[in-house]
């Protein structure tokens, strides 16, 4: 594992407290819905373990119930950067579209976006100097802008990088599009 790098593997679902449907067995479904910027994810939950109790005269008494978790609009792996700033820098790219939206949740935090040439140096109007932080942000479609430009459209065609600079913040995923 490269130092530096947290690997928490957290239950996606995990079991209930005491007394709860689902205290003891978590199943999820195969299929996930997405709808209104959530992933719906049903599953089948227990208070017993699988098949403790033997069918006796064709009947069990193990019984189960259906639940519901949802999890934010491609929230199933983030960036993360705690009270020490983090950095993310995307490879190159051709810039195809001008409106950049980042699912973020900077809630308590703040994220900034630059711009960056191929090589790597700052583009004049999209620098950090000129990127506006976002302060107190959770979206999934969060926009985000500098000081003379409201989007990324006068890059178009170009080979460009983004630099995402993050403090108490989650990086979920970014989107380049119209």
């Given amino acids: 594992m490269e130092p530096g790098l947290d690997l928490r593997r957290e239950t996606l679902i995990p079991r209930g407290p005491d007394g ?11 299929n996930i819905v997405t709808w209104q910027d959530r992933h719906w994810i049903y599953y089948s939950g227990s208070r017993e373990r699988h098949d403790i109790y033997r069918i006796r005269e064709g ?14 609009l491609d929230g199933f792996v983030c960036l993360e950067a705690k009270d020490e700033p983090g950095l993310v820098l995307t490879k190159p790219f051709r810039l195809e579209a001008g409106t ?11 994220v900034s976006v630059e711009v960056l040439d191929r090589s790597g140096q700052p583009i004049d109007g999209y620098s950090q100097a000129q990127a506006r932080p976002a302060r107190a942000v959770d979206e999934v479609r969060y926009r985000p802008r500098w000081e003379d430009h409201p989007d990324l459209s006068a890059l ?3 080979v460009v990088r983004l630099r995402f600079r993050l403090r108490n913040a989650r990086l979920y995923a970014f989107h380049v599009h119209r």
């Fill in 59 to 72: 009947q069990s008494r193990w019984q189960c119930a259906i639940g519901l978790a949802t999890l934010r």
């Fill in 156 to 158: 178009r065609g170009q």
């Fill in 100 to 110: 950049l939206d980042i699912n973020v949740d900077a809630g308590r935090g703040e």
């Fill in 20 to 30: 709860s449907f689902d205290k003891d067995w978590v199943q999820p479904a195969t």
